[in-house]
């Protein structure tokens, strides 16, 4: 029998602001219920540092230079933000709404024109044009397509849309909902004020104190803080705001007897800085950009009643497109052409099984940045005019210490890049590829790796 599949996908929500990757403030006991009772996957990453590209790899298995968004988008732009830029691509909904599932998408969409509902998708409540909703005010949502205000935070509405959905489905067939939480973003104000008074008597022991970022400087996605605490106390209490919706979800399939048919998957789009290496931000939260542990790592939770060996922390390294593959696989849905996808089904991992062919290599790109991740080094191969990383992460694992000219570490920096340039001449499209750098269109009017000297006006 098919699962009920329902992804919980977060916003900023990096791997380290949860208990179940060693927090010891963050209060997340829905969240660490689902870890202890399922599989947390300690290295899952993600295929590009920034929301769009990262989301959009999860909807098509693809990585951004296939897919071809390669930034964020600027969705209260209308000449960027109300194109469909995955038009035509068939997603995760399409693939699994021909295995037989209604599929449903609340909240954050984030892949352009998040006003118009999208193929594959039975029921549609997008947040929409300035998607993070931080505040108990009011927002616009698209409800089916027509625009709504809605008074409240988006962890409420969004999961009032998401209950509303599974109350009114089509109990024939097995449901897929996405439901997308923007509350961990910037700007980190104006949280549950309950929530935010207990963490200010936070100690955050658990963000280091760094020496700055060796290899660039704090960059203005977003504006360092002028009260680091206080918007550690906002953004601990997104977290906590997010579990208690996620406990609402998880109360709903209880009184529905739909627990234990239901594989559910707690993860983020990309990961986060607030204040480590002295940035705050993801990987466009430094100039030039960067490919730091924090902003790449995301926390992946699964967990399935009967179907996944409950208690298990996996070591093996993972990414969207892996999720991608491994949804259809419990879905027993099957991409066309699957040569061309370059994830792979980790099933196997979560039912306890090892596999020795699994290929521990994780790689990220961001324009035409790109970074090669095998465990222990990470190499940074960089097109935008700054030198060449290479990090042990075993001897540094602050990332403090570039070894890309030392002469011992010649062999594993051609390795790494060896192995770089042979994925992407497998994958990646040329007319999309991020190495095209200024010749890309534009996704927002300040995208971290265009060029300064290069009008954005010439691109739209």
């Not at 929500?13 to 660490?32: F, K, Q």
């Not at 196997?348 to 099984?353: N, Q, R, S, V």
């Not at 570039?402 to 994958?427: G, K, M, V």
């Not at 007319?431 to 265009?450: K, M």
């Amino acid at each position: 029998m098919k699962p009920n599949i329902i992804v919980f996908f977060s916003d900023d929500h990096a791997a380290w602001a949860l208990p179940s990757y060693g927090n010891r403030e963050i209060s997340a006991p829905h969240i660490s219920e689902l870890a202890e009772t399922g599989v947390v996957m300690e290295n899952a990453f993600t295929p590009c540092p920034v929301c769009s590209p990262a989301r959009a790899s999860f909807w098509t298995g693809l990585y951004p230079s296939q897919h071809g968004v390669h930034d964020h988008l600027a969705e209260d732009d209308p000449e960027v933000g109300a194109t469909a830029w995955l038009g035509g691509m068939p997603t995760l909904a399409d693939y699994l709404r021909e295995a037989g599932y209604s599929a449903a998408m609340c909240g954050k969409w984030h892949c352009g024109a998040g006003e118009t509902p999208k193929s594959g998708f039975d029921y549609w409540y997008s947040s929409w044009r300035k998607t993070p909703k931080y505040s108990a005010m009011t927002h616009k949502y698209s409800d089916q397509g027509q625009v709504v205000e809605r008074a409240g935070y988006d962890t409420r509405i969004i999961t009032d849309a998401a209950i509303d959905f599974l109350r009114g489905r089509d109990r024939e067939n097995p449901f897929f909902l996405f439901i997308g939480y923007a509350t961990a973003h910037n700007p980190w104000i104006n949280r549950d004020q309950g929530l935010v008074a207990g963490y200010r008597k936070a100690s955050f022991d658990d963000i280091p104190d760094d020496s700055p970022y060796a290899f660039g400087e704090p960059g203005t996605h977003p504006v360092a803080p002028d009260d680091p605490k206080e918007a550690l106390a906002q953004y601990y209490a997104s977290v906590t705001m997010i579990d208690e919706a996620v406990g609402r979800v998880l109360d709903e399939l209880a009184r529905q007897d739909e627990r234990d048919g239901t594989l559910i998957v707690y993860t983020s789009d990309h990961g986060l800085n607030m204040g480590h290496h002295g940035i705050w931000g993801k990987g466009n939260g430094s100039e030039p950009l960067n490919m730091l542990e924090e902003s790449i790592r995301v926390p992946l939770i699964l967990n399935h009643a009967g179907q996944i060996a409950a208690g298990q922390r996996r070591v093996e390294q993972v990414n969207h497109c892996d999720l991608f593959m491994t949804l259809l696989d419990f879905a027993g849905a099957r991409p066309q052409a699957s040569d061309r996808f370059p994830g792979k089904s980790f099933r196997g991992l979560l039912a306890g099984e090892d596999d020795p062919a699994w290929d521990n290599r994780i790689l990220v790109e961001y324009g035409p940045v790109r970074a090669i991740h095998d465990g222990r080094y990470k190499l940074v191969q960089r097109r935008d005019g700054y030198e060449n990383l290479l990090h042990d992460l075993e001897r540094d694992p602050r990332e403090q210490a570039n070894l890309y000219r030392d002469p011992q570490c010649q062999d594993i920096a051609r390795r790494l890049t060896a192995a770089l340039e042979s994925f992407f001449a497998r994958y990646e499209a040329a007319e999309r590829s991020g190495l095209r750098g200024d010749e890309l269109p534009v996704h927002n009017r300040n995208e971290a790796w265009r060029s300064k000297n290069v009008s954005r006006e010439r691109h739209l």
